[in-house]
């Protein structure tokens, strides 16, 4: 029986990562593009802002990527290429969604360390230490009515796979994949981005 991480078209852990911390640009993408299929299994309207939010990062970095490929092979080169041409709408964007990335990790990772916490709980928790403070007065309210509407744990258990420890298996795997990327552009972005 297949899985939610059997049908993603690039999973975390199939993301080329570099001696040298290097992250290969549409590899990434891609398993940014599968992530973000994640939150229809949530099943509520409310985390459209969520998805629509990520996708447009994800928008940003390709068309970056189209624009100059020879210089966007990983996504540190994209970023100091882009910025040293003055443009920063990429960068903006992969900081943007690896601050998505990492919530989301995050309420995973939350959810898997407290097996009998309900999503809104471990989702609200993971907003509050990763999201709540780049968000302004307006965007709150939003992230934390999407926070509320999360579905029931066994549901959205049940909608990752019918085999559930193949299920965890995986979320395991792919959720520790997750965190090394999004811990390796915390620490570029930190030195490269400061001024965004």
Request: include cysteine; charge should be neutral; glycine fraction near 4%.
């Amino acid at each position: 029986m297949s899985t939610f991480f059997d049908e993603m078209k690039t999973s975390f852990e199939a993301v080329p990562v570099e001696e040298s911390n290097k992250i290969t640009t549409l590899a990434f993408l891609d398993a940014s593009e599968s992530l973000v299929k994640l939150f229809d299994l949530l099943g509520n309207s409310a985390f459209t802002v969520v998805q629509k939010d990520l996708t447009g990062n994800i928008a940003k970095i390709r068309k970056r990527y189209a624009t100059a490929p020879a210089e966007s092979a990983t996504l540190q080169d994209l970023v100091t290429n882009e910025r040293g041409s003055g443009h920063k709408s990429a960068s903006e964007g992969l900081l943007w969604l690896n601050r998505g990335l990492q919530f989301t990790a995050q309420a995973l990772r939350e959810t898997v360390e407290n097996p009998t916490a309900e999503l809104t709980k471990t989702f609200t928790d993971a907003y509050n230490k990763t999201l709540i403070k780049h968000h302004g007065i307006l965007v709150r309210p939003v992230f934390k009515l999407a926070m509320k509407a999360c579905p029931y744990r066994k549901d959205f258990f049940a909608k990752l796979g019918a085999d559930q420890e193949k299920v965890n298996a995986q979320l395991k795997v792919w959720l520790e994949a997750l965190e090394n990327i999004v811990q390796i552009l915390l620490a570029f972005l930190a030195t490269t981005c400061k001024d965004l």
